[in-house]
């Protein structure tokens, strides 16, 4: 045995001589490819990277009209463009008025933290003056956006329109008398002036949006619809609460 290997060793050692020229050129090659993959991969990868900018500028975009159930979708010219839904006088009223009552609601409730203690009125003064200020900023986008005027009025909610005449208040709005009386009122006074007149206030929102959907053609605007159903919905529920409040004031100054 041992003569048997002495003999074989000197056969594997011309075989491993023989066999590392191959290894090693199999290792170039391996390296070679890699290379080759890693440069084909970052050209595939600019391609991809300079293709959006390639457009055909002859391609024009499709506008495609869904049709109505059952009925075929209809390709139109690329020269279509959008148009707001139709609209009538009466919503736009609507929103002009509403934007001059939503002001009267704000300037109220800034009254609140120099005329009285009340955390709950605050609290509550605070809420109502948020959302209506931003209701008024989107009733007034709403109406730029149709070349509409934002206000009925040229100056001041008790001022004079386009012709001249005086403005009668919206629905529900606080005369000079109430908003001067307000403004005079401390503490539970200003308290029991600002729910009344609040109450009063809301009424009449919801008397002017009662109005909106009982006119023929009014209020079929998506956008109109659903800001006048939201402003009954919460204008309703604050009214419960300051009607609780007044409640709630009555008994403890019975006592």
Avoid: Y
């Avoid at 391996?30 to 300079?50: D, E, H, I």
């Avoid at 386009?162 to 606080?174: D, E, F, H, K």
């Amino acid at each position: 045995m041992k003569l048997s290997s002495d003999a074989l060793n000197p056969r594997l050692d011309r075989l491993r001589v023989a066999c590392m020229p191959q290894r090693r050129a199999a290792r170039i090659c391996a390296a070679l490819s890699g290379v080759l993959l890693a440069a084909s991969a970052a050209a595939a990868f600019r391609s991809l990277a300079l293709r959006p900018q390639q457009t055909d500028s002859t391609t024009a975009p499709v506008v495609v009209q869904p049709g109505a159930p059952g009925k075929p979708s209809k390709t139109l010219p690329p020269s279509t463009k959008g148009a707001l839904p139709a609209r009538s006088p009466a919503d736009v009223a609507f929103m002009q008025g509403m934007i001059m009552h939503h002001q009267q609601a704000v300037e109220m409730t800034a009254l609140i933290a120099s005329h009285t203690e009340n955390k709950d009125l605050r609290l509550l003064g605070a809420k109502i003056s948020s959302s209506q200020s931003d209701e008024i900023r989107f009733m007034q986008r709403w109406l730029a956006a149709r070349g509409e005027p934002i206000s009925m009025t040229m100056a001041g909610m008790s001022g004079m329109d386009a012709s001249g005449q005086p403005v009668a208040l919206m629905p529900g709005m606080l005369t000079p008398e109430q908003m001067a009386a307000l403004r005079n009122a401390k503490g539970a006074e200003f308290d029991r002036l600002f729910l009344t007149g609040m109450i009063q206030h809301h009424n009449g929102a919801l008397i002017m949006v009662k109005d909106l959907f009982n006119t023929a053609g009014a209020g079929q605007d998506a956008d109109i619809f659903n800001f006048a159903t939201d402003a009954d919905n919460t204008q309703r529920a604050e009214i419960k609460i300051m009607q609780a409040m007044l409640e709630k004031k009555s008994s403890e100054e019975k006592r």
